[in-house]
């Protein structure tokens, strides 16, 4: 989320939590809130020990409903490229980064931006998602990238309900 600490003022990340992160007050709703913008520094598949590190020190329980306080944003295969997905709960659906965080915070009750990167039959995983995105792919994805900002910051002030019926694109 550079672009959009980018465009709110976030000052420079720092390195603490095995992550990179901001923090700055944002008006929410109404209210100066301190609002963290957190990227884990471990191996994808390890992102929960950073998510989990980071809560254990920011929220009192991490055991209640995180819905409000919690976006995870992540690729996902399963959506076309550039499609923009929110959901309040649910498994990992194979996303290994995101099953660590399920793993390490032990529930399902936070909020998710799913980001569609879609693809490439007969090609392995691990060899389409390291690979070099250009032409029809790139455009696709740097316009998710712009309304994925403006993702973030209806879901900081709405709730993910109102944003799933904003940015949830259906298939045709």
Same mark, same amino acid.
């Given at each position: 989320?550079? @672009? &959009?600490?980018?465009?709110?003022? &976030?000052?420079?990340? @720092?390195? /603490? ?8 007050? &944002?008006?929410?709703?109404? !209210?100066?809130?301190?609002? =963290? ?16 590190? &980071?809560? +254990? ?10 819905? +409000? ?11 076309? #490229?550039?499609? %923009?997905?929110?959901?309040? =709960? +649910?498994?990992?659906?194979? *996303? ?7 793993? *390490?915070? +032990? *529930?399902? $009750? ?8 879609? @693809?490439? %039959?007969?090609?392995?995983? /691990?060899?389409?998602?390291? !690979? ?6 790139? !455009?696709?994805?740097? *316009?998710?990238?712009? $309304? ?14 109102? =944003?799933?019926? @904003?940015?949830? #694109?259906?298939?045709?």
């Amino acid at each position: 989320m550079a @672009r &959009f600490a980018d465009l709110q003022n &976030f000052p420079k990340e @720092r390195k /603490k939590f095995n992550s990179l992160y901001s923090e700055s007050s &944002f008006d929410v709703k109404g !209210e100066a809130e301190k609002i =963290c913008l957190v990227r884990p520094q471990t191996y994808m598949n390890l992102s929960g020990n950073a998510v989990r590190s &980071f809560l +254990g020190y920011f929220v009192r329980d991490i055991k209640e409903d995180l819905n +409000g306080r919690l976006l995870v944003i992540y690729d996902d295969m399963d959506l076309p #490229e550039g499609a %923009l997905r929110f959901k309040s =709960c +649910g498994s990992s659906g194979g *996303h290994k980064g995101l099953q660590s965080i399920l793993d *390490h915070i +032990g *529930h399902d $009750r936070f909020s998710r931006l799913k980001v569609g990167v879609g @693809r490439k %039959l007969n090609t392995e995983v /691990k060899d389409y998602v390291l !690979e070099k995105v250009s032409g029809k792919s790139l !455009e696709a994805l740097k *316009h998710a990238k712009e $309304r994925s900002v403006e993702a973030v910051g209806a879901w900081l002030q709405e709730d993910v309900g109102s =944003c799933m019926n @904003r940015f949830n #694109e259906t298939e045709d």
